[in-house]
Every structure is written in structure tokens, then in C-alpha cells.
């Protein structure tokens, strides 16, 4: 398994033993089911499905494992390791071919019932919009999503376009980027504001491969979050994009490790 390969090549690369490791954290960009640590339905990746994640790894790595979605990782990873330590209610809002949210709820990771939380991608924005991956009509991923995004701007093209060229595009002033970026935004705004209604947030956190957008995104998002949440809620949330770049789920999954094993970060 390629996992195995990746972490021999790490501790031989960083001279730790083997012995010091207490764990493996890994993250999945779909929904963890809880009681069983198998991927759930509705994930991006449809192979995935029904395979037992948490077992598989920990008999191949020999180690305890942690699994977590990517969503809920860069939540934990922004209160434990980014500017937001100490933040009690925050919300980690991962914009990429899916989109998903992690959230720090009292101080803790909000898992729900079976550990399906923050399904906010799949947020009705449009009642007759395009149909969606997970069978409904005009979800927010349909709007929002890179995959949405780089299929609409890329017509013309000789192939796909990146998240990269969408970033480059956008700073360049492109005048369809910049649309389709400004109708991301709104819609991921709208939906945000529902949540905000509900829980309260001080901080919500945008993170994935969209995050060198910052104010070109940011601005669409805080308008439909102002436009659609209560208006003292839409006042005061700080919106943000994470800092911790594409290496926040990797934090996150050393920060579930060291919860579970008991260290504290000093
Ligand atoms: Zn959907």
C-alpha cells in the first residue's frame, strides 16, 4: 500500500524510529461514518465507499490510526496550530471538487450523531439548477465547486484548466473568472449564512486550492453571508482565508493524533 512506502520514506528521511511514532492521522476529503471508520456514501470518491479505512491502515502501518475527513482537520488544525487558537466556535469551510465544512463547536470538534457534519456543498441554492453528483438539483458544489468552476471556464480551452490557472486568471483580471468566482462566492455566502444563523460562529476559516483568491473570493462570500444571515451575525463573523495553506489537513491529522494520545501542544 502506498501509504506504508510514504511513511518509511518519511522516518528514514527524518532519522525519527519507528518506536517514537504514537500514530498515523489521516484524512479523507468525504464522510467518515463513526461507528464503523468506514467511508460513506455521498464521498467524492465512490470507490471508497463502504471500505474500512481506519482497519486497513492500521493492519498495514502496524501503528494506531486516526481518520477524519479534510474538512474537520482543517478546522482542528486552525484552532491547534493557526492563528485561531483559542477560538471556541469556528468553522473550517473547504472549497475544492467538493465542498465541505469542519467545525470547532464549545471548544470541540462537532461530530453529530454518526460523524456526517458539515455537508454544506450539498445546500440547495438553486431549485431547478444543474443536477448534482449526489442526485439532488442545484446544490451549492454545482456553483461553487473547482470541478463547476474549471468546467465553466474551460470551454474553449485546448484542455481543463487548473485551480491554479483559476487563481491566475483571477488576479489577472479575467473578466469570466472573475464571474464565475463572484457567483461561487455569493452562493457559498448564502449558504454560510444559514449556518450562521444556526450556530453562531466568530470565525470562519475558507480553505483548499481557491485560498490565493483571498479578498476576490472573500468579498462574494461576505456579501451573501451579509445578505442572507441575521444582521448582527453577518456583522460580526470574522470571515478569513486559512493561512496554513495546503498544509492544513496534514496539521489537523497530527493535531487528532496528539489529542488522542494525550499530548498536549506546549
Ligand atoms: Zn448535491
Not at 473578466?175 to 457567483?183: C, E, F, G, P, Q
Not at 460580526?236 to 489537523?252: F, I, V, W
Request: charged share 20%; with cysteine.
Amino acid at each position: 500500500m502506498a501509504a506504508v512506502g510514504l511513511l518509511d520514506r518519511l522516518l528514514a528521511g527524518s532519522g525519527v524510529e519507528r518506536s517514537a511514532v504514537v500514530g498515523a492521522g489521516v484524512g479523507i476529503p468525504g464522510p467518515i461514518d463513526r461507528r464503523t471508520g468506514t467511508v460513506a456514501q455521498g464521498a467524492i470518491l465512490p470507490e471508497w465507499v463502504g471500505i474500512n479505512i481506519l482497519q486497513r491502515l492500521e493492519d498495514a502501518l502496524d501503528l494506531p490510526v486516526f481518520v477524519d475527513n479534510d474538512a474537520n482537520l482543517g478546522a482542528l488544525s486552525e484552532v491547534t496550530w493557526g492563528p485561531h487558537t483559542g477560538i471556541s466556535n469556528l468553522m473550517f469551510l473547504k472549497i475544492g471538487s467538493g465542498i465541505g465544512a469542519g467545525l470547532i463547536l464549545n471548544g470541540m470538534p462537532y461530530y453529530g450523531n454518526v460523524g456526517i457534519t458539515g455537508e454544506i456543498g450539498h445546500a440547495t441554492i438553486h431549485e431547478h439548477g444543474l443536477v448534482c453528483r449526489c442526485g439532488n438539483r442545484g446544490c451549492l458544489e454545482t456553483i461553487a465547486s473547482t470541478t463547476t468552476m474549471i468546467e465553466l471556464l474551460s470551454r474553449g480551452e485546448d484542455k481543463p484548466i487548473t485551480p491554479e490557472d483559476i487563481v491566475r486568471k483571477a488576479v489577472a483580471r479575467d473578466s469570466a473568472t472573475l464571474r464565475v468566482v463572484d457567483d461561487a462566492g455569493l452562493a457559498v455566502g448564502r449558504a454560510l449564512g444559514n449556518v450562521a444563523n444556526l450556530i453562531n460562529p466568530e470565525v470562519i476559516v475558507v480553505g483548499g486550492p481557491l485560498a490565493g483568491l483571498g479578498e476576490l473570493l472573500l468579498d462574494p462570500i461576505r456579501r451573501g453571508l451579509i445578505r442572507h444571515a441575521v444582521p448582527v451575525i453577518g456583522e460580526t463573523t470574522t470571515l478569513t482565508m486559512s493561512s496554513l495553506g495546503d498544509r492544513a489537513e496534514a496539521l489537523g491529522a497530527t493535531a487528532l493524533v496528539f489529542q488522542h494520545a494525550g499530548i498536549r501542544r506546549n
